[in-house]
C-alpha cells in the first residue's frame, strides 16, 4: 500500500510550478489530489492528465474571499488529509513607486488569501491532518532590488505557521512550511531572462545554480507529510548569507 493510500490533499496553485511538482509527488504516494488554480485552467487540466489516480480540479482567486467559501461548499462531504498552501504572487514593489492596487494584490493573495483558505478548510481538514505552507527564503533574509513586500508576506507566512502548530495542536494537526529559494518557474522566468540578474543569482547560491520545482517536492516535502513533526521551517537551498548584499 501506498504511504498516501485513502488520503486527499487540496494543492493551492497545483496548476503549475512548484504546485505542480508537489501535486504530483502527493498522487505518486497515492493521494486523491484537489488540483486548485486561479485562471489557468487548460494547465490544471494538463496536471489533471498526468496524474494516474483520483483528481478533481477546483478554481478560485486567494485574493477574494467569497471564491474560497464557494470553493469549499463545493467540496460537499469531502475530508482533507493534506492542504498545501503554496499558490502566491511575486513582483518589484519598491519604496516610492508602489500603487495601493499592487500593494493589495500581493497582500490579498500571499497573506490574507493563505489566513482565509486555511479557516475555511478547518472544518474539513481530518483531525491530524498536515498543513503545509509554502514561504520562500525570501522572508528570511534581506532582499535588494525593490521585493520587500514579498518577503514580508512570507515572513508572515512563518509567521502564520508557527503559531497554528501550536493553534491546531489540541486537533493534532501538524503545520510546517517550506521554504525554497530561487527555483526556475512561470514566476521567475521573466526576472531571469537578464542575464546579469541570473549570474548574480546564481552566485548567491551555495549548489552553483537556481533551485527546480520537482527539488522542492522531493523527499524532504513527503517527510514533513510522514513524519510526525511540527512546525519545522525548511529552506531549500539554504541561504548562503543572512543578508543579501545590495548590489
Ligand atoms: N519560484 C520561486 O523562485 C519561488 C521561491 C520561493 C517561494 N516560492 C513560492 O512558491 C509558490 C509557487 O511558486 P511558483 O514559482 O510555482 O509560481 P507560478 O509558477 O507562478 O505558479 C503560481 C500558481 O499560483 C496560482 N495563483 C496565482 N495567483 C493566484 C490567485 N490570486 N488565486 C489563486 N491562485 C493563484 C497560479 O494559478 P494559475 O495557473 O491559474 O494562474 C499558479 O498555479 C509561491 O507561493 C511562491 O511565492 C517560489
Known amino acids: 500500500m501506498r504511504l498516501l493510500e485513502g ?4 494543492v493551492t496553485g497545483s496548476s503549475r510550478g512548484i504546485g505542480r511538482a508537489i501535486a504530483l509527488k502527493l498522487a505518486d504516494a497515492g493521494a486523491e489530489i484537489l488540483l486548485h488554480y486561479h485562471q489557468n485552467e487548460a494547465a490544471a487540466q494538463s496536471v489533471g492528465r498526468e496524474i494516474s489516480g483520483q483528481s478533481r480540479l477546483l478554481k478560485a482567486d486567494l485574493g477574494l474571499p467569497k471564491n474560497i467559501d464557494a470553493m469549499f461548499e463545493s467540496l460537499g462531504g469531502t475530508r482533507l488529509h493534506i492542504l498545501v ?4 504572487v511575486w513582483g518589484p514593489t519598491p519604496l516610492g513607486s508602489t500603487s ?4 493589495d494584490a500581493m497582500l490579498d493573495t500571499n497573506l490574507k488569501g493563505l489566513f482565509w483558505i486555511t479557516q475555511a478548510a478547518l472544518p474539513y481538514l481530518q483531525d491530524g491532518a498536515n498543513i503545509v505552507n ?12 525593490g521585493r520587500s513586500l514579498y518577503g514580508a508576506t512570507k515572513a508572515a507566512v512563518d509567521s502564520f505557521t508557527r503559531s497554528w ?4 495542536a489540541p486537533r493534532k494537526i501538524r503545520v510546517n512550511a517550506v521554504a525554497p ?3 526556475e518557474s512561470d514566476m521567475t ?5 537578464d542575464p546579469e540578474v541570473l549570474r548574480r543569482a546564481i552566485e548567491r547560491s551555495p549548489f552553483g545554480r537556481l533551485g527546480n520545482a520537482d527539488e522542492v517536492a522531493e523527499r524532504r516535502f513527503r517527510d514533513l507529510i510522514r513524519y510526525r513533526s511540527t512546525a519545522i521551517a525548511t529552506a531549500f537551498p539554504p541561504p548562503r548569507q543572512s543578508v543579501a548584499t545590495p548590489r
Open 7 to 10: 488520503q486527499t490533499a487540496l
Open 85 to 88: 498552501n503554496n499558490a502566491g
Open 100 to 103: 495601493v492596487q499592487q500593494l
Open 134 to 145: 509554502i514561504s520562500s527564503v525570501a522572508g528570511r533574509i534581506g532582499i535588494a532590488a
Open 165 to 168: 502548530a501550536l493553534e491546531l
Open 181 to 183: 529559494g530561487y527555483v
Open 189 to 193: 522566468s521573466k526576472y531571469f531572462s
